[in-house]
């Protein structure tokens, strides 16, 4: 049985790089495998075919885990028009295949364009949505007709990068390289849907990478063959303040803040800010309510 130091040391959150083929659920079950320990978790999942920058928590990390998956994210992707498939990727049953042939650029753009900013977005049917406890997904797999509400998302960035004609049965398809930046809850397969839908020709993903999750990037990430050889952790002292607003209390408050009791009358920088101990050690989240602070999660 391990020591509570034993568990402080390995506490932390490692960048992955994940690999096609691989669930979510695979990668963490891989670090629970290299960590020797159960309390293991992701923050925002990645589909089988997609790769890219997966979040993972260990230990007392994987309390932090909801916060980190609220923020932007960016990816890079392949859309491919003129062929709509039933998952709006591609492991999923072909519906359509019109063909891309006058998709001009100029309608590209448009399209694209159309797509930016704060739009309303129906999540693809093979989310990971519940609906009445169960998983959009799971209904879709047994035969059920399921259309998501739309619900509002933000698409920072959506630009294109590169296009390419090629054959699909015989018809012509584009595909288009993209770059999106967007917030949490956005889904690049919908998105590629959607231009596929507005260009008259259909569209569905063909490759997902995810560049980024808030500040984590993809060059900071491990593999899992390097992760194998020395996992690296950081410490929620470093990942803190990288994602949240700071404050650092008192000794006095502090003791307060270990204890979950309300600070009365702090003004915190943001509407959740992480508190810090004068030595840097991350204490808490904590949220405005009135002058007041109080705690949302108490970690240290």
């Known amino acids: 049985m391990r020591s509570r130091l034993a568990d402080a040391l390995m506490s932390g959150v490692a960048v992955i790089d994940k690999p096609a083929g691989w669930t979510s659920h695979q990668v963490v079950a891989r670090v629970r495998r290299l960590t020797g320990t159960r309390k293991v978790g992701h923050a925002g999942t990645l589909d089988p075919m997609a790769t890219g920058v997966l979040i993972i928590g260990v230990e007392k990390a994987t309390r932090l885990l909801g916060y980190l998956s609220l923020a932007d994210k960016a990816y890079e992707a392949t859309i491919r028009l003129g062929m709509a498939t039933v998952t709006d990727d591609a492991e999923g049953e072909v519906l359509s295949i019109a063909g ?73 398809v584009l595909d288009v390289h993209v770059q999106v930046e967007c917030s949490t809850g956005t889904y690049v397969r919908a998105i590629a849907r959607d231009l596929g839908a507005a260009l008259g020709v259909g569209g569905h993903l063909t490759s997902l990478r995810r560049a980024r999750i808030g500040t984590f990037s993809i060059e900071e990430a491990q593999t899992l063959d390097e992760a194998k050889k020395g996992l690296v952790l950081l410490s929620l002292d470093r990942v803190v303040p990288r994602f949240f607003a700071t404050l650092t209390v008192d000794d006095t408050q502090a003791s307060y803040v270990r204890n979950g009791r309300r600070l009365i009358g702090v003004s915190l920088p943001e509407t959740t800010t992480a508190l810090l101990s004068e030595a840097g050690h991350f204490l808490a989240l904590y949220r405005r309510e009135g002058p007041d602070a109080v705690a949302k999660a108490v970690f240290g």
């Open 100 to 172: 891309a042939a006058d998709v001009s650029e100029a309608d590209l753009e448009a399209g694209i364009a159309n797509l930016r900013g704060e739009i309303l977005q129906r999540p693809s049917s093979v989310s990971a949505i519940k609906i009445s406890g169960e998983r959009s997904y799971a209904r879709v797999r047994a035969g059920q007709d399921v259309e998501l509400p739309a619900r509002p998302v933000r698409v920072s960035r959506f630009c294109l990068l590169a296009s390419r004609v090629n054959e699909v049965a015989g018809v012509p």
